[in-house]
């Protein structure tokens, strides 16, 4: 159980997904980079043909590739569901949308920054879900993000998050 991991894979086509897939390699793609490059990426480096296929999660998916997804921190803001909404969306800093066929759904964008980043990482014994036997730590939110529309994912509202199995509301956690 190697479960080694290619991180970023912006440019991975369909052919090199079904190689990582043979290969049982794991991908950690760098969602956030759709939004705040993915104009210039468009316009100006790679051309809409290549852009349109960027940080391929349904690709990944639909071959059978295990798959995280990241905001690549410090370099992009720290958000997860801003990560998971940029997987979901596809939308640049300028509206465009890039490679619609690529978007995945929230339920598969929240397994991606939870459960998935625990796989990739080994650590799906102890993190990643709520089961028992594994750490009670994890955000609550103040809306179920399966119900929003797709467009507001980042913005649901933190309640706050539990820690060893205790409920710290977000005004807690501040002081």
Same mark, same amino acid.
Request: aromatic share 8%.
């Given at each position: 159980?190697?479960?080694?991991?290619?991180?970023h &894979? $912006?440019?991975?086509?369909?052919? $090199? =997904?079904?190689r990582? #897939? $043979?290969?049982?390699? &794991?991908?950690?793609? =760098?969602?956030?980079?759709i939004?705040?490059?993915?104009?210039?990426?468009? &316009?100006?480096?790679m051309?809409? +043909?290549?852009?349109?296929?960027?940080d391929?999660c349904?690709t990944? %998916?639909r071959?059978?590739?295990?798959?995280?997804?990241?905001?690549?921190?410090?370099?992009?803001?720290?958000?997860?569901l801003?990560?998971?909404? &940029?997987?979901?969306?596809? $939308?640049? /800093?300028?509206?465009?949308i890039?490679?619609p066929n690529?978007?995945?759904?929230v339920? +598969?964008a929240?397994?991606?920054?939870t459960?998935g980043a /625990?796989?990739?990482l080994?650590?799906d014994?102890?993190v990643?879900?709520i089961e028992?036997? %594994?750490?009670a730590?994890?955000?609550v939110l103040? +809306?179920?993000?399966?119900?929003v529309?797709?467009e507001?994912?980042k +913005?649901v509202?933190v309640?706050?998050?539990?820690?060893?199995?205790i409920?710290?509301? #977000?005004?807690?956690n501040?002081?």
């Amino acid at each position: 159980d190697h479960r080694h991991t290619l991180t970023h &894979c $912006q440019m991975a086509d369909e052919s $090199q =997904f079904r190689r990582m #897939a $043979q290969l049982g390699i &794991c991908s950690n793609l =760098f969602a956030n980079h759709i939004y705040y490059w993915g104009d210039q990426h468009y &316009c100006q480096t790679m051309g809409p +043909d290549r852009a349109m296929r960027m940080d391929a999660c349904a690709t990944a %998916k639909r071959i059978g590739v295990p798959f995280t997804i990241h905001s690549d921190a410090p370099v992009t803001p720290l958000d997860p569901l801003f990560t998971a909404w &940029c997987a979901v969306n596809r $939308q640049t /800093a300028s509206g465009r949308i890039l490679g619609p066929n690529e978007r995945i759904d929230v339920e +598969d964008a929240l397994r991606a920054i939870t459960l998935g980043a /625990a796989f990739t990482l080994r650590l799906d014994h102890l993190v990643g879900s709520i089961e028992p036997g %594994k750490y009670a730590d994890f955000a609550v939110l103040d +809306d179920d993000p399966t119900t929003v529309p797709v467009e507001t994912l980042k +913005d649901v509202p933190v309640w706050g998050t539990v820690i060893d199995g205790i409920a710290r509301p #977000a005004s807690q956690n501040r002081d």
